[in-house]
């Protein structure tokens, strides 16, 4: 008896074990990591929970949801751009100061929201830039520096007012024959919001997602401790300027060194101002941190074609937006809210 007793105490006992490992290790947070190229950059979605069947999943939908965004906004898309299969930005510029073309309400999105920001900057920031991104060569296989004639003709093409929305019929008008879209400085960072909604929406409590530099995190990392974001050196990228804690936030940054073209020996960085027609100089780098990763896309680039002390004091001016940049000098200068998010190296 005295030995039966014993015998189921110890089956128990490991039992009792048995169960307790199995819990734990349903409750050990995990990673699920998947890189994708879209939009011209290597994109990672990397998510953190307990129930890995759910990350992954999760985190495919994301991936389609931003594949989606990036189809639509691609302005290289591939052959005749009124075949069925062109991206909404390609039958726009097709039919520049033809007719308006019907697109999809995200498309509408974009172009609004992007408008707003032309205002904001005086014109600095203009997505009708298409044309003299085109002169340059940029995205093309030869570049070229264009001569001041051919400079005027295209800048007369770059007015976002031409830009003419039917949000209830969900159609897009460029008004202009020759005018075209340029979304390289906003289509990243909405598409990148777009997946973060769709992990919240999947129950996915901690995220971050990397678009070549476009950073989004959602909640803390391991749902422990903010997580922890590099801003490199503009001039050695593999050495950073500051390192800065994020939590349910974005940090974007546009610098000269991200997409340069070399021509007869000199770099040209691919932020252009549309008032000159050539690359702006007067930043390294600007770093745009607040809670959505469209928003510090936007205004990433447009602090960057703005003077610095103009584009220092504007994120200083806007609610609930922080920058930090690099101006010409590589002096770091950064609005006064970061000082508790930024460790400067
Ligand atoms: P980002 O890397 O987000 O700063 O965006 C840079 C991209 O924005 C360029 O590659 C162009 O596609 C586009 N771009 C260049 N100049 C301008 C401008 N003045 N306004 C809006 N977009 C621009
Ligand atoms: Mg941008």
Redesign the pocket.
């Known amino acids: 008896m005295k030995k039966n007793c014993f015998v189921i105490a110890i089956v128990l006992f490991f039992l009792v074990m048995f169960i307790g490992s199995r819990i734990m290790r349903s409750q050990q947070v995990c990673e699920y990591q998947s890189e994708e190229f879209l939009m011209d950059t290597l994109v990672s979605i990397s998510t953190y929970g307990t129930d890995t069947d759910l990350l992954k999943l999760a985190t495919e939908e994301a991936f389609v949801e931003m594949r989606r965004i990036a189809d639509l906004t691609d302005r290289f898309s591939e052959g005749d751009s009124l075949a069925c299969n062109a991206s909404d930005v390609s039958r726009i510029n097709k039919m520049a100061g033809i007719e308006p073309v019907t697109v999809d309400k995200d498309v509408v999105n974009i172009l609004k929201l992007a408008k707003e920001y032309t205002e904001l900057t005086n014109g ?4 009708t ?1 298409g044309p003299v ?1 085109d002169l340059w060569g ?1 995205g093309q296989e030869k570049q070229k520096v264009p001569n001041s004639l051919e400079i005027q003709k295209v800048l007369e093409l770059v007015d976002s007012k031409k830009i003419i929305l039917n949000e209830d019929l969900c159609t897009a008008y460029l008004s202009q024959k020759s005018m075209s879209l ?1 979304l ?2 906003v289509a990243k960072g909405y598409a990148v919001e777009k997946a973060v909604n769709i992990l919240e929406n999947q129950g996915i409590k901690s995220a971050l997602i990397d678009a070549g530099g476009n950073i989004r995190v959602l909640g803390k990392k391991d749902n422990e401790k903010p997580w922890k974001v590099g801003i490199q050196d503009p001039r050695d990228t593999s050495s950073l300027v500051g390192i800065l804690s994020l939590v349910d936030e974005s940090a974007v940054t ?1 610098g000269d060194y ?2 340069s073209i070399e021509i007869n020996g000199r770099t040209y960085n ?5 008032k000159t027609g050539f690359p702006v100089g007067d930043n390294m780098s600007v770093t745009v941190i607040t809670k959505d990763a469209f928003t510090a ?1 936007v205004l ?2 447009a602090l ?2 703005m003077k610095s002390q103009q584009a220092l004091a504007l994120a200083e001016e806007l609610e609930g937006i922080e920058a930090v940049l690099v101006n010409a000098d590589q002096e770091i200068l950064m609005t006064s809210g970061l000082i508790e998010k930024v460790v400067i190296k």
């Open positions: 600095a920031f203009d997505i830039i991104m940029f340029d390289g400085a546009s991200y997409r691919h932020i252009i101002s549309p896309d990433s680039t960057f074609l």
